[in-house]
């Protein structure tokens, strides 16, 4: 089958189509390139690879430190990737005891992390068929926080139930994670090691069609954001002066299932999906950043506002860093 009608297929099945009142996505500007004997996939013009990996294992998250260094979970490697600004790659820290990494979060002088020790991958299914769905209700997650030296500063168990995924800093030595076994929202106190319920609606966590409730998760301008993947949306959160959720989630987008995603100083949402880069403007236009990519689980928007860059997923060659400029 086509990479286009692959795409098709995606539209079809309603993976990325968006929803009645928000306008359909505008096709990307640069054109297919052919492919090229040996390159790993046939990308966007305007997607340049910016670093390779050190491997071909799947990733998860991605972040931003101060310096403009990212950092890359492999997610059953079970190691965090550190990518300097010159490009070079070079683990920065691994957790072999664990079942998987995810979320990542670049916190004021440190990095923090989310591990599972049991596995949220579904077992075999007795049908012989296939795996059962994925179960995000005892995973044993842990929050470890690490300094810029790559020391360990922090290992914060979670209570059973909670499913960590999407992670992000917040500010003020707070981190926010998003429970893909439930439609919660968490706070984690880096300092104090405390972890809260920041907000909760059963609405948008897991149901008959999708065994992920909420999955990536942002902080900008005083809003939090999240993929809620059961209801194929994203939503923001206005945080008050007192730090607690505000009001109801408003939606950013919604009819495209995103997992995690960026957000720019104008509020812009930039996230993959199948094989596109989208962005979702504020006034709720969807538009298309980049089509095709190699697929992405992930998205960063660089701190100085230039770059959007993710990590590929998928296929045998090892995993890169990609990114488009901002317009």
């Excluded at 390139?33 to 340049?48: D, H, L, M, T, W």
């Excluded at 660089?302 to 590929?312: E, I, L, N, Y």
């Amino acid at each position: 089958m086509s990479r286009r009608l692959m795409q098709l297929g995606l539209l079809l099945t309603g993976i990325i189509i968006p929803a009645a009142g928000f306008s359909q996505p505008v096709p990307s500007p640069f054109p297919v390139p052919a492919p090229v004997a040996g390159a790993p996939f046939p990308e966007s013009a305007n997607a340049k690879t910016y670093a390779t990996l050190p491997s071909a294992a799947a990733t998860e998250n991605i972040c931003e430190q101060a310096d403009g260094s990212i950092f890359v979970t492999l997610i059953d490697e079970k190691k965090l990737l550190k990518v300097a600004t010159d490009g070079k790659v070079g683990e920065f820290a691994s957790v072999p005891t664990a079942a998987n990494m995810l979320g990542v979060g670049c916190g004021e002088n440190e990095v923090a992390l989310v591990v599972f020790n049991k596995t949220f991958r579904g077992a075999p299914n007795p049908s012989g068929q296939g795996n059962l769905p994925a179960n995000f209700s005892d995973n044993d997650a842990h929050v470890m926080i690490y300094d810029l030296d790559g020391k360990l500063k922090a290992d914060i168990p979670t209570e059973k139930g909670m499913g960590f995924n999407g992670f992000a800093y917040g500010g003020q030595g707070m981190y926010y994670a998003g429970d893909s076994g439930s439609g919660t929202i968490y706070r984690v106190d880096g300092a104090t090691k405390k972890i809260e319920v920041w907000f909760r609606d059963a609405k948008y966590g897991p149901n008959a069609g999708n065994a992920i409730g909420i999955n990536g998760v942002r902080v900008k301008n005083n809003w939090v954001y999240f993929a809620g993947a059961s209801q194929n949306g994203i939503y923001k959160i206005q945080m008050g002066a007192d730090g607690k959720a505000q009001g109801a989630p408003q939606i950013v987008e919604q009819g495209i299932r995103a997992d995690d995603f960026d957000v720019g100083n104008d509020g812009s949402v930039y996230f993959p999906a199948g094989t596109i880069l989208f962005r979702a403007l504020p006034t709720g236009q969807v538009t298309v950043m980049a089509d095709p990519i190699q697929g992405a689980p992930s998205a960063v928007v660089t701190r100085d506002g230039k770059w959007v860059v993710w990590p590929t997923r998928g296929g045998t060659a090892p995993q890169r860093l990609v990114r488009v400029p901002i317009p």
